[in-house]
């Protein structure tokens, strides 16, 4: 089986960070969302991969290739980003022989066995129940216990369970089919042409679907989602041992603390990662993200999330600062 994974996407809900630097690879609990994406699928057996990629893809490219060398991976550039429908039907001619396939998103990390979607007979949803699906595809079930119906983001839900963004896919061919039918035919939901579209149009011509819990997800679009994200997993790890002793420095446990980072005079911690060769002095940091060769002074920070390349001096407050940025409020 082949993991798709779609990472084509601009992540403008997470700028200024996104304008720099794509959003799979923004760190989370001490790694890129997109290598926490990856190892979890390389702990399922999954070895072979598809990266749809786009804005700033290169930088995926570099990074997957050079971490993961001993995968086979293959790349596919959507030019033009006209939806998730439209990347998967770019991507086509690299999945079209095969038996079945895997469709992960590349901003969602997602918590649960993935045993009972690779190994079930159907083609296969993972979804969850939330509060509000108007935000996400949803699935309606019919009483076989088969999916009835998907929609797309609908004004008036009729059912409470969000796809996850986790597809397994068993009738390929018909699946290229249902992709070249939407874009021949211009159906497009939002202005882009959608996946749960094609989706919708198998149902139609009676593909059997049916659904798989995943017990936690998190779409890491958003500042909120992301530290929270980051906090739940590092509170998952076991704690960060031999770390340096770094001077008059207390460590509140979980942290990620990268590499050659010179700390001191701090209070660091809970739920806080910090990037390779960072230097804090004088800082109280918690609920954060704090990118790779920042610097941090004279500052207190709670759920901030610092870009790499940055530097603060001076201040108490919650921030978002993206990459290459220097503020100075003393």
């Known amino acids: 089986m082949k993991a798709v994974i779609p990472v084509a996407g601009a992540g ?9 630097q794509p959003k799979p690879l923004i760190p989370v609990a001490g790694k890129p969302i997109i290598a926490s994406i990856i190892d979890q699928l390389v702990d399922a057996g999954i070895s072979e991969f598809i990266f ?22 293959e790349f596919v550039y959507q030019d033009e980003r006209l939806g998730l429908g439209h990347a ?4 086509r001619l690299d999945y079209e022989k095969c038996d079945d396939i895997l469709i992960v998103l590349g901003d969602t990390i997602f918590d649960g066995d993935l045993n009972d979607i690779l190994t079930s007979p ?6 969850k129940k939330v509060e509000d699906p108007r935000e996400f595809g949803v699935v309606v079930m019919g009483e076989d216990g088969y999916i009835k119906q998907v929609i797309e983001k609908p004004r008036i839900p009729k059912s409470n369970l969000a796809i996850v963004g986790i597809y397994k896919i068993t009738e390929v061919p018909k699946f290229i089919s249902a992709l070249h039918y939407v874009i021949e035919h211009n159906i497009r939901t ?13 149902l139609e011509q009676g593909s059997r679907f049916t659904i798989c819990p995943i017990e936690n997800w998190f779409d890491c679009g958003k500042k909120e989602i992301l530290l929270e994200t980051n906090a739940m997993l590092l509170k998952r790890r076991e704690p960060q041992e031999n770390l340096p002793k770094f001077d008059n420095t207390i460590i509140i446990q979980p942290v990620s603390i990268g590499q050659n980072c010179n700390i001191s005079n701090s209070i660091i911690g809970p739920n806080v990662s910090v990037g390779d060769h960072s230097t804090l002095n004088y800082a109280i940091v918690r609920n954060s993200i704090i990118g790779s ?9 709670h759920r901030s999330i610092i870009g790499s390349d940055a530097s603060i001096k001076g201040l108490s407050q919650s921030l978002n600062i993206g990459d ?6 003393s």
Not at 52 to 73: A, C, N, P, Q
Not at 194 to 199: C, E, I, N, S, V
């Open 324 to 329: 290459n940025t220097e503020i100075d409020f």
């Open 52 to 73: 749809i990629v786009g804005y700033l893809g290169d930088k995926i490219r570099d990074f997957v290739e050079s971490r993961y060398s001993h995968l086979s991976t």
């Open 190 to 202: 939002r202005d882009e042409f959608q996946l749960t579209d094609a989706l919708m149009y198998m």
């Open 293 to 301: 060769f920042s610097s941090i002074e004279e500052a207190v920070l």
């Open 12 to 20: 403008t809900r997470l700028r200024p960070h996104t304008y720099t």
């Open 122 to 127: 159907n083609s296969c949803l993972g979804v």
């Open 88 to 91: 998967l039907w770019v991507a």
